[in-house]
T-cell receptor, first 114, second 113 residues
Framework: DQQVKQNSPSLSVQEGRISILNCDYT??????FLWYKKYPAEGPTFLIS?????DKNEDGRFTVFLNKSAKHLSLHIVPSQPGDSAVYFC?????????????FGTGTRLKVLA | ETGVTQSPTHLIKTRGQQVTLRCSSQ?????VSWYQQALGQGPQFIFQ???????GRGNFPPRFSGLQFPNYSSELNVNALELDDSALYLC????????????FGSGTQLSVL
């Protein structure tokens, strides 16, 4: 049972344009969400987070939107740069569980074309 | 500030053997989690340690065990290795009361032949 889904395995975007990566979840108890970026041979790097009390969080070129009713979140990268080419994972957890047991999606490979 | 470090980076074992993977937490972090990432999948939660005790576990059998030491470093032990244990093993540290973010190491790539 895949509780966190990233239905697009890959995405190609032209440099300077917007990249939109999507993530859906099924467990309504999830209340904290993270996005990670992963380069080959490296561990995932934290990008941005959002709590369920918000519907938007921005950090520089990265913005995460949360639609709780649709159980959907998205990561927007504007403008996209070639260095953004990586695999992006969304992750969700129930913060009251007392653990950092995050459920990760399967990832979306973003390729930014110069 | 020292990040999360893992050793070794790569390891090859045969079925039935035992393996120990090591992790040093980021400075100031008191919680460590271990994740398994199979090829083409997202990381899967194995377990978490806080104050040297396991305080959360995912759907992994008992042959996956761990330790956390007073200096917050950690070990992941896997007994009776199976072919399906071949994966990237990621250690993540965090600090309670400092948000919910995980900081990952670069991982240990384990191959079971």
């Amino acid at each position: 049972d895949q509780q966190v889904k990233q239905n697009s395995p890959s995405l190609s975007v032209q440099e300077g344009r917007i990249s939109i990566l999507n993530c859906d979840y099924t467990n309504s108890m999830f209340d904290y969400f993270l996005w990670y970026k992963k380069y080959p041979a490296e561990g995932p790097t934290f990008l941005i987070s959002i709590s369920s009390i918000k519907d938007k969080n921005e950090d520089g070129r990265f913005t995460v939107f949360l639609n709780k009713s649709a159980k959907h979140l998205s990561l927007h990268i504007v403008p996209s740069q070639p260095g953004d080419s990586a695999v992006y994972f969304c992750a969700a957890q129930r913060s009251t569980s007392g653990t950092y047991k995050y459920i990760f999606g399967t990832g979306t490979r973003l390729k930014v074309l110069a | 500030e020292t990040g999360v470090t893992q050793s070794p980076t790569h390891l090859i074992k045969t079925r039935g053997q035992q393996v120990t993977l090591r992790c040093s937490s980021q400075s100031g972090h008191n919680t460590v989690s271990w994740y398994q990432q199979a090829l083409g999948q997202g990381p899967q939660f194995i377990f978490q340690y806080y104050r040297e005790e396991e305080n959360g576990r995912g759907n992994f059998p008992p042959r996956f065990s761990g330790l956390q030491f007073p200096n917050y470093s950690s070990e992941l032990n896997v007994n009776a290795l199976e072919l399906d244990d071949s994966a990237l093993y990621l250690c993540a540290s965090s600090k309670t009361g400092d948000g919910e973010k995980l900081f990952f190491g670069s991982g240990t790539q384990l191959s079971v032949l």
